[in-house]
Every structure is written in C-alpha cells, then in structure tokens.
C-alpha cells in the first residue's frame, strides 16, 4: 500500500509539474501552479519559509519523500529505470549496495553554497532540480506534446515566428536546447544503469534533505530475526543503500520508494518508527503508520495548496509579424516588472525558465551571458510585454518575480525608452509616422515638430522618461530598419511612477 501511494503521488506531481512547462494557454497554471511553489530550492530562494518548514519536517518523519514524489527530476529517474528494468527479466534485480560517495555529495553542496553566495548563477541553473527538468521539459518534452495538439499548426507557427529572427536569437535558442539535451542525456544514463546516482551524489538538494533524513523518524527497518540475506532488497534498491551483510540502511540516501518492501518475500523489511520497540509492527500498527503517512502528506499538499494563486488575467491576440530589426545593444538588461532589480532577479532566479513558457508574447528569452546562463532576460523583437499582463510574476516559484498586480505593473518602470532620431524614417525616408506615440500605452511618448518655426514639418518622438514604464510597444512596433529607432534601456532597480 505505501508503495502504491508513493507512485500515486509521485504520478500527480510529475504529471501536473510537466504540465505547467507544455500549457500554452495559462489554464494548467490556475489549478497546478502550486506544485511549482513546493519545489524545495526555488521555496527557499523565494523565502517561503511555510514551505520549507513543511518539506524539512515531511524530511524528518518519513525520510526523503520529497525526492520520490515531488521532485519532477526524480520522478523522471525512476521512469527511465523502472523502463530498463522492465526491457529484459534479468534487469529487475541489477542494483548493488555501494557506499556513500561523501566527499563528491558534500563536495558539490559546498561547491552549489558558494555559487549562490558568489552570485554565480550559471552553476547554480545547470544543478538545480527544478530548474534541469524545467529545462527538459520546454526544449525537449514540448514538441513531443504538440504532436498530440496540432503538430503541424504549431511548427507553422513557430517557423513563421523564427523567419524573422535575428542570429543572436537562434545562437541562444540552440545553446539552450543544447544545455537541456546534454543535462537529459547524462541524467538519463545514469538513471538507466545505476538508478539514483545523480540524486545521491550531484544534486544539492538532494545532499540537504540526505542530512535530515538520517534522522527520520519513519523508515525502512530490517529485522534481522526475519531475514535469510537473501539481498533480493539490495538488488531492487534504486538508491544502491542496503547494506546487507551489515543489515544496515544508509537513510541518508533512501529516498523512501517502497521498493524494498515489497520485494522482500519474508517481510524481513517494514516501514516503522525507527526509535520506538525493535522487530515487526503489530498490523494495527502498520495500518496506522500507513494512514499517518499518507494523512500527513495529504495536509502537507493541502497547506501549500492554499497559498498558490490562480491566475484570472486574460490577455488578447498577439501582434502580426514584422520585418525582421536588429537586437539592440542594450547598456543594461531588461527584467520583467516583479522582479524589484537586476540583483535580487540574478539572485533568486533558477533558470527554470517556467515564466518564458507561459509569456503569451514571446518577449522573456534565456539568456547567454555567463554570469545569466539561461536566466529570462526580456528583448521585444516579437513582441512587447503588455501592461495587463502578470504571467511571469503569477507563475515564479522562486520570488525572482515577485507576484504584481495589474495596477502595480503599470506604474512600474522596468526601463526607459531611447530614441535616435538618425534611424528615424522621419529623417531617413522624409514620411510621417508617429508609430510609436500611437501604440505607448503610458503617454510617454509625444511628437513634436522638426522644425518649431515651419507648421508643414513633419514630426519625430519625444519621450517623457518619468511616464515611461519600458514596455518596449515603441521598439517593437518601429518600423525603421535594421535598427530600429528607439529602443529601451533597463533599469538597474526598477522604479514606481
């Protein structure tokens, strides 16, 4: 029973956290975007503190749970296994006990500690769970799933979309697909040949709930009365923990599958309190391990549930496309409104990139800087991000983009709006346009004479930065080329107008 309800468990969380990555149109957000919320690292960089505290104390009562049923990555590395298992009989039983590997665990902790404190955010993306199978998910799972949903209409739309990118755009795209590729491809054979070696040995959280669950007051328990050291357990333990000449479990690295138990044709192996009467549980008792169990984690959900937010926004149509501009060279980066400045987004993001797979725009993109390896940064060659949109900021896990109100989006200012009036087709063509003034959904933007003293001169922009919010409507919708005439500059912290 224990084992049905992990897989039960472990099957909604990897089903609804998936399918946040593929939703195109927001509705999976409004009922599942919770599950993002309970991710351990990007609670802990969100300063959830009522999350945490639930996941260490589930840690402390019943071991590693979050590992084999919240975390989608490991979810993913139990699927990947169980399939080699089932590819030939003689795979069932291929695991075998090995020791810790402490000084590579521990090793990498420190290493993951550091570059959080150091701000080297590039690390941080490639190890963090969430973030890896954030990555998967999007690059590699989405067009799997868009076979089943109007394959052909979506690579129309897309290959539409992409005509008019610029190289910068398809270097970045590629170098993010080819960071989610290799993650997958090492993860995927390490799970197919050992199980959980990436789980026990690279992932940082992995290490951290390893040092609470050694406490745990619920665990596998041998009874060594029971036992004929058959080490059927050890050969089915995905997590390689079951020492069984020593009769010992190394609950620093269990991950509480379940496995073992109903492996064992003795029942040598019960899941119990680990601090109470030694040999096997009484059935009542077992009954009433199961039903805590489970009546704790039901409440552990329930309780993270209640603070998850449902996103009510709507937003309409996109724009038609446009000939292709040029990125411009922006002296300072561009991050969504929510996200306070550039540091407190560089230090809480984790490149999960779940807010550039709800954006309806297309505007938040990975980045390919070092320092910003594949966290969103915003640029408007396909769009503008429109005021009465909060997507991004609803959907963060992380408090990188901390939720916003519409009316707190529109007074925000990410950045200001530049002109050069030299690429200007006032200048450069002698036509009227007025383009941008007519889309600024601030007012920030005015046209003005050439030339005060002539009545017949045409007009070019004038910006107001104290009324612009840096939505970018202006440099997406310009139509000089290649360079467009105004452009936005971000913000290094953002301002309220």
């Known amino acids: 029973m224990l084992r049905k309800i992990r897989i039960i468990l472990a099957s909604v969380f990897f089903i609804g956290v998936t399918l946040l990555f593929l939703d195109f149109t927001g509705a999976a957000h409004a009922w599942l975007g919770w599950m993002a919320k309970v991710q351990f690292l990007p609670a802990v960089l969100a300063l959830n503190f009522g999350v945490v505290a639930v996941l260490l104390v589930l840690t402390l009562l019943f071991g590693r749970v979050y590992c084999s049923v919240i975390c989608p990555l490991g979810v993913m590395q139990d699927i990947i296994s169980w399939i080699h298992g089932k590819t030939k009989k003689k795979n069932r039983f291929r695991f075998s006990y090995s020791p810790a590997i402490n000084w590579l665990r521990y090793g990498v902790l420190a290493l993951f500690i550091i570059a959080l404190i150091a701000g080297l955010h590039s690390l941080v993306a490639l190890v963090a769970p969430y973030s890896a199978y954030g990555r998967i998910a999007s690059n590699l799972l989405a067009p799997v799933y868009q076979l089943g949903n109007n394959f052909f209409a979506w690579i129309a739309e897309r290959a539409g979309s992409y005509a008019f990118y610029s190289t910068e755009v398809w270097i970045r795209s590629g170098a993010t697909f080819a960071v989610a590729a290799a993650t997958f491809a090492v993860i995927a054979v390490l799970a197919w040949k050992h199980g959980r070696t990436w789980c026990n040995t690279i992932c940082p959280v992995g290490s951290v709930l390893g040092l609470f669950s050694r406490f745990s007051v619920f665990a596998p328990v041998i009874d060594t009365e029971k036992c004929r050291n058959c080490g059927l357990c050890g050969k089915q333990c995905k997590s390689s923990c079951i020492n069984m000449k020593e009769h010992e479990i190394d609950y620093s690295r269990c991950v509480a599958c379940m496995d073992c138990i109903e492996t064992c044709k003795e029942g040598a192996i019960h899941y119990a309190c680990r601090y109470g009467k030694k040999g096997s549980p009484s059935p009542a008792q077992g009954n009433v391990d199961k039903s805590k169990r489970a009546f704790l984690v039901s409440s552990a959900i329930a309780t993270t549930a209640v603070a998850a937010k449902a996103q009510e926004m709507k937003v309409d149509g996109g724009l038609a496309e446009i000939e292709r501009a040029a990125k411009p ?26 807010c550039v797979s709800v954006c309806p725009n297309q505007v938040l993109r990975p980045s390919t800087s070092l320092m910003t390896l594949m966290q969103p940064e915003m640029s408007y060659e396909r769009g503008y991000c429109r005021p009465e949109c909060t997507k991004c900021s609803d959907v963060c896990p992380a408090g990188a983009i901390r939720p916003i109100s519409v009316e707190e989006k529109s007074s925000t200012q990410i950045g200001h709006a530049v002109v050069c009036l030299d690429n200007c087709v006032v200048n450069t063509d002698e036509v009227s346009c007025g383009n ?3 889309h600024c959904p601030a007012g920030a933007i005015s ?27 202006c440099e997406n919708l310009c139509p000089a080329r290649p360079f467009t005439a105004i452009h936005v500059e971000g913000h290094e912290v953002h301002k309220t107008i």
């Open 329 to 354: 060279e922006r002296q300072t980066r561009l991050v969504p409104a929510g996200s306070l400045s550039l540091k407190n987004f560089a230090d809480h993001c984790t490149a999960c990139q779940l």
């Open 436 to 438: 941008c003034a007519r």
């Open 447 to 473: 046209m003005v004479r050439k030339n005060p003293d002539d009545p017949k001169s045409l007009r070019i922009p004038v910006v107001n930065e104290e009324r612009c919010i840096g939505c970018g409507a």
